[in-house]
């Protein structure tokens, strides 16, 4: 959650906030060049 609220804090647009999926917790932003990033906490 941390990673997430420093790169929010950025100027970064999320497409899914951390959303808890069993053993991780998993956020996905756009990188502007149309991909989608996910960040992955186990």
């Known amino acids: 959650r941390e990673e997430y609220e420093r790169l929010l804090e ?3 647009k ?8 069993g053993e991780v917790t998993i956020a996905v ?3 502007t060049c ?3 990033i996910q960040i992955i906490q186990k």
Not at 14 to 21: C, G, I, S
């Open 29 to 31: 932003f756009d990188d």
């Open 10 to 12: 950025n100027g970064v």
């Open 14 to 21: 999320f497409t899914m906030e951390p959303t808890k999926m």
């Open 34 to 36: 149309g991909n989608h």
